[in-house]
């Protein structure tokens, strides 16, 4: 079984600055995607980024930006000049690479709460 | 297009009674999945359908829950019996998941509110 590791529940930046969330998985998979989900107070999940693993680049969504250490089972997301708008719960998903009709279910991490400050 | 649309979008019930909740997938998305976030958690997978087939109902917490889908459209939540530890929103995910390709992005709606007094 997957398990994703989100350790800050809460962290807090200042408008315009840089902000980076963590998050670590543990899996025995080899080919699988990352993903990272912004969740506002609208509930509604929103797709930030995402990131293949068998690709070394790491991806790049405008000013939001991951650190992808496939050995280290490291993700982290970067947010460079924070808006307002960004204040929203963060969640770290992971999901198995499958050729077969079987579940792609997503294994999202417990969230990080970010608060962009004026 | 329009997105996952969810309905109702908040749910108050008594313990014991029936509830039913819906998801309108993204048109033409073949996969649908089910979730369920326990306030201030992350989110835990109930079931997938592929089509109107669940492959995996893994998630499926009780035997109180169900899931149904009418091809690849609407898919109706059940959960009788409420009880209070059933409390939490419900989100609905579609993707654009082709048999033999490699996994596609998941979208999800607005989700539902339940609360079981």
């Known amino acids: 079984a997957q398990t994703v590791t989100q350790s800050q529940p809460e962290m807090s930046v200042q408008e315009a600055e840089t902000v980076t969330l963590s998050c670590t998985y543990d899996?025995?998979?080899?080919?699988?995607?990352l993903f990272w989900y912004k969740q506002p107070p609208s509930r509604q999940m929103i797709l930030v980024i995402r990131q293949e693993a068998y690709k070394q680049q790491n991806a790049t969504e405008n000013r939001f930006s991951v650190n992808f250490q496939k050995a280290a089972k490291s993700f982290s997301l970067k947010i460079s000049d924070s808006q307002l708008g960004d204040t929203a719960m963060y969640f770290c998903?992971?999901?198995?690479?499958?050729?077969?009709?079987?579940?792609?279910?997503?294994?999202f991490g417990s969230g990080t709460q970010l608060t962009v400050l004026p | 297009g329009a997105g996952v649309s969810q309905s109702p979008s908040n749910k108050v019930t008594e313990k014991g009674k029936d509830v039913e909740l819906r998801c309108d997938p993204i048109?033409?998305?073949?996969?649908l999945y089910w979730y369920r976030q326990r306030l201030g958690q992350g989110l835990e997978f109930l079931i997938y359908?592929?089509?109107?087939?669940?492959?995996?109902k893994s998630g499926l917490p009780s035997d109180r829950f169900s899931a149904e889908r009418t091809g690849e459209s609407v898919s109706t939540l059940t959960i009788q019996r409420t009880q209070q530890e059933d409390s939490a929103v419900y989100l609905c995910?579609?993707?654009?998941?082709?048999?033999?390709?490699?996994?596609?992005?998941?979208?999800f709606g607005p989700g539902t509110r339940l609360t079981v007094l």
């Open positions: 995910a579609s993707s654009l998941e082709v048999v033999g390709s490699w996994a596609d992005t998941q979208y």
């Open positions: 899996t025995s998979e080899n080919n699988y995607y």
């Open positions: 359908f592929q089509g109107n087939s669940a492959p995996d």
């Open positions: 998903a992971f999901m198995k690479a499958l050729r077969l009709a079987s579940a792609r279910q997503l294994t």
């Open positions: 048109s033409g998305h073949t996969a």
